[in-house]
């Protein structure tokens, strides 16, 4: 049953992206067990409002775990303590009367902070760029059926294929690797017969701009499995692994 | 202005053949030298973008998310339906043109439908090229179910997440051609003005959302696929961002705006808990598959649902409509759990639920069978209420979902504003006062892949454009116009915020624009907007300055836009003298309290012209012409 509770909120604040940030107090009080995450934040924010200060700024757009919009860090864990739950799916009945929380933003060097818990994820859409897609024109695609898919393989390709592009990896990973992201695009790709024929110049071209873009390496941490709220699993990876070593070796691309 | 729709003649299954024939086309070459601007990045945003780019045209493409892959469509659960007729059971492209039709309640194009249903197969060839991982058969081929209302199966689905994998895809194709350099993405920007010249769409104005700038682009034709205004009811299954003010500045811009009171309440949704709450969340329409809906018999029993026997309980769509029991379209669902929780039979808290009830289907398929088609819908349910609906039913409520009005668009998608095209939910055109489930999906595509390619062609070959570009006085007027409001909402610094404000409006309309509307009612919901909407201007209470990442201020202007919108949405619910699809008027309903079509004086198009701030506004009427479906009352008894 719900129930209300006090919380006391240790939330980053950054005006912008050059400027330096802190941690700012704040009580939340009478919060219902109820609520999401998210909608916690909205009480404060509007108490904030009405006390004639800044609001807290947060990305979130579905609130219904898809979109891919909200994350921040929550003492310490992406997303917060609840397994493959993203922000606005996390309910308050997860927390204790008098908790101290601590709300971060992702840090990652490929991810430049916007404002408070904002950040920039624009580098995702150019590791997709760099070939994470199958290059059909529109009109070109020949009759649905003409192309069957056994079942188990569109099963793997989905696992991987429900990525919400949160950047929770990334924010998870000490070395700010992008490889289950990436993993999990390559894999969907080279599972089904439609990304055969790219798969190689695919995977080098999409690891290159990873790399380009300022991604670390994946040192098997598995961090970023942990926190995924997908729970995407970290044999994509692996997958990739054998699809760039297929390119690098057994390919003509370069 | 007489209104044309421009459907094309001949017999119903030859127009748009017929009609692409006819168009003009853009000599291959020629494509370079146009700009096209493409508000919006859902399915028929991202869509659109990605096809008219390899075609040849420079697009650029704007949303207000951080990246065009998180708009909306992403959330969409169920399925694509198409006419593939891959199960043998009887479906084809006239099978799905009639219940569309049938469904919107017979106010809709025939001419628009058919093509749509026409165009269904080839969304599904080119989702599949592109590799979304569509549920599969056991011999490697695409699965089929029913879903919403439909005898056939004849819906495509990813598990439950069919929307996010379209999107997905639509979105790769689009990635594509920014790769290819021939579409600029602008992310978080929203569009603040549509700026004519000459009377004809020629740019936009946004607001940079990190910046706080005001940035001008000019084109030759501009698109809007913004999605659907259902935030106007403050809760709703809609992104949190999901707005009117795009298709509400085009319209005070000169664009007709069509059916505003078609509204799609979607019977299962987890149901309303608190004040605070920000939003509802919808469980697949699919659930009703396999779920049974039932309440106590009694009205006030309060009994646990499993401590209720058999004997007690009224599974009221399969005693009311036996032949589709609990697959009932989505407004008649809506409005059968709305009329008994009025009795007092609703459960929960509130009493404003009902149970769905998996138990028989448990028993009858066994658990695995029921996890592996609804597990993530069920983990979800429980995630948010903390309950487990393979132990107890799941408590559902009706929720504001889907907007059927929009802009008034010819059969080209273009609205009265020449050059001004609009696609998508954005548009009034496909699905009459009532969408049918997995239709939108299908809608989204079919206007952004396979309609506007060829449209805009013949508009744009067919037009003499003079040369504009940013330096235009037009974009100037505009940037100090709108800056102008921005400023007027920071000086208010009254005493309630953005938010109180909006809540209050989603009551008004809820309560008197919602499942059941009266002529008295509408009247006082106006009397509340128009009070509601004078307190705004007085009393909001706006933080920050203009020139910064300010979220405050984006949802101020947005709620300011609801707040006019919703004046447009009631006249537009008096002024039909009937009940159809979603519009439930009680002064027009059968003796079983079923919605009651006028056909002889309503049976039309409305579309609404702005007449300016405080006037009213005029409508007009397109009269629906049917010669190839027989207008029926609607039965799924």
């Not at chain 1, 990436?182 to 990873?210: D, T």
């Not at chain 2, 997440?161 to 929203?190: C, D, I, N």
């Not at chain 2, 929720?399 to 008034?408: K, Q």
Request: hydrophobic residues 40%.
């Amino acid at each position: 049953m719900s129930e209300n509770i006090n919380l006391t909120l240790k939330i980053w604040r950054q005006k912008g992206p050059n400027d330096k940030g802190h941690l700012e107090t704040h009580e939340a009080r009478d919060i219902s067990t109820d609520m999401s995450f998210l909608e916690m934040l909205d009480v404060v924010n509007e108490q904030l409002t009405v006390e004639g200060k800044d609001p807290v700024s947060f990305d979130h757009d579905c609130r219904e775990g898809i979109c891919g919009m909200c994350g921040t860090v929550i003492n310490g864990l992406a997303h917060g303590p609840e397994r493959g739950t993203t922000l606005c799916q996390l309910h308050m009945r997860h927390f204790k009367d008098g908790d101290t929380i601590v709300i971060e933003p992702w840090r990652a060097r490929p991810f430049r902070i916007i404002k408070d818990l904002v950040v920039d994820r624009s580098s995702f859409d150019e590791i997709i760029q760099a070939g994470g897609y199958v290059s059909v024109n529109t009109g070109q695609a020949p009759e649905a059926n003409s192309i069957p898919v056994p079942p188990e393989w569109a099963e793997l390709a989905m696992d991987a294929a429900a990525c919400i592009g949160c950047g929770a990896c990334v924010a998870a990973c000490p070395n700010a690797s992008a490889m289950l992201f990436v993993g999990a695009k390559i894999s969907q790709l080279a599972l089904l017969p439609q990304g055969k024929p790219e798969a190689a110049k695919r995977a080098l071209s999409m690891l290159r701009k990873m790399d380009e873009l300022d991604f670390g390496n994946c040192s098997n941490e598995t961090e970023c499995e942990a926190v995924c709220p997908k729970e995407i699993s970290i044999t994509n990876i692996a997958r990739f692994n054998r699809e760039f070593l297929v390119a690098s070796f057994g390919s003509s691309e370069k | 202005m007489q209104l044309d729709a421009r459907i094309p003649g001949g017999p119903l299954a030859e127009k748009w053949d017929r009609h692409r024939f006819e168009l003009k086309l853009v000599n291959p070459a020629n494509k370079r030298k146009f700009e096209i601007i493409v508000v919006g990045t859902g399915l028929a945003g991202a869509s659109a973008s990605a096809t008219l780019a390899e075609l040849g045209y420079n697009v650029k493409t704007f949303c207000l998310q951080d990246s065009p892959r998180r708009a909306h469509s992403i959330a969409a659960q169920g399925g694509i339906n198409a006419a593939k007729n891959y199960p043998g059971d009887g479906d084809s492209i006239w099978r799905l043109f009639y219940d569309t039709i049938k469904g919107g309640d017979f106010r809709a194009r025939e001419a628009n439908v058919y093509r749509l249903a026409q165009i269904s197969n080839n969304i599904i060839d080119q989702c599949v090229a592109q590799g979304v991982p569509f549920a599969r058969e056991y011999g490697g081929l695409l699965a089929n179910r029913s879903f919403g209302g439909a005898q056939v199966e004849r819906t495509f689905y990813a598990r439950g997440q069919t929307g996010q994998q379209l999107l997905l895809g639509a979105y790769s194709a689009l990635m594509r051609q920014v790769a290819a350099g021939k579409v600029k993405v602008y992310p978080r920007r929203e569009m603040m003005d549509l700026v004519l010249v000459d009377g004809s769409a020629r740019g936009i104005v946004v607001r940079n959302l990190i910046t706080g700038e005001m940035e001008s682009h000019a084109a030759h034709a501009v698109i809007l696929a913004t999605g659907g205004y259902g935030n106007a009811y403050f809760l709703s299954t809609m992104a949190m961002s999901s707005n009117v003010s795009a298709i509400w500045r085009a319209h005070k811009k000169g664009a007709y705006f069509s059916h505003p009171s078609f509204v799609q309440i979607h019977p299962t949704c987890i149901p309303v808990h608190g004040t605070y709450q920000s939003k509802l969340t919808l469980m697949s329409e699919s659930l009703r598959n396999d779920g049974r809906v039932w309440v106590p018999d009694r009205a006030g029993d309060k009994r646990s649902p499993n401590d209720i026997p058999e004997s007690e309980r009224d599974y009221l769509l399969e005693r009311k409509y036996p032949s589709f029991g609990n697959l009932v379209p989505r407004d008649v669902a809506s409005r059968s759990a709305k009329e008994v929780c009025d009795q007092g039979k609703g459960i929960g808290p509130t009493g404003f639920a009902i149970y769905l009830d998996f138990k028989d289907a448990i028993e009858r398929d066994g658990i695995d069978v029921i996890r592996k088609k609804y597990g993530n819908l069920f983990q979800m349910y429980e995630r948010i209420t903390g309950e487990d609906p393979y132990k107890t039913p799941m408590m559902i409520y009706p929720a504001i979902h889907y907007t059927m009005g929009g802009l008034w668009v010819d059969y080209n998608l273009m609205s009265t504003i020449p050059g001004l095209f609009v696609l998508g939910e954005a548009n009034f055109s496909d699905h009459g006062s009532n969408r049918l489930g997995a239709s939108a999906l299908m809608q989204g595509l079919s206007d952004g892949y396979f309609v506007i390619p060829y449209t805009i062609g013949g508009y744009l070959a067919g037009t003499v454009l003079p040369e504009v570009d940013e330096a235009h006085p037009s974009f100037e007027d505009s940037i100090k116009l709108m800056n102008e409001g921005i400023a007027k909402l920071l000086s208010i610094k009254g005493s309630r915020t953005v938010d109180d404000f909006h809540r209050e409006l989603g009551h008004i309309l809820w309560e008197y624009g919602g499942m059941s509307r009266n002529e008295s009612g509408m009247l006082k919901a106006k009397e509340l907007i128009l009070g509601l909407r004078e307190q705004f201007w007085e009393n909001v209470m706006v933080s920050g300055s203009p020139g910064e990442f300010n979220q405050t201020l984006e949802r101020a202007g947005r709620v300011a836009d609801f707040l006019e919108f919703a004046e447009l949405l009631i006249e537009d619910g008096m002024s039909r003298e009937e009940s159809c699809g979603c519009h439930f008027n009680e002064a027009f309903q059968t003796e079983d309290h079923e919605a009651l079509r006028n056909d002889d004086s309503c049976c039309y198009v409305a579309a609404w012209e702005f007449n300016g701030p405080g006037k009213a506004p005029t409508l007009h009427k397109e009269p629906l012409v049917f010669e190839n479906v027989e207008l029926a009352q609607r039965s799924y008894k």
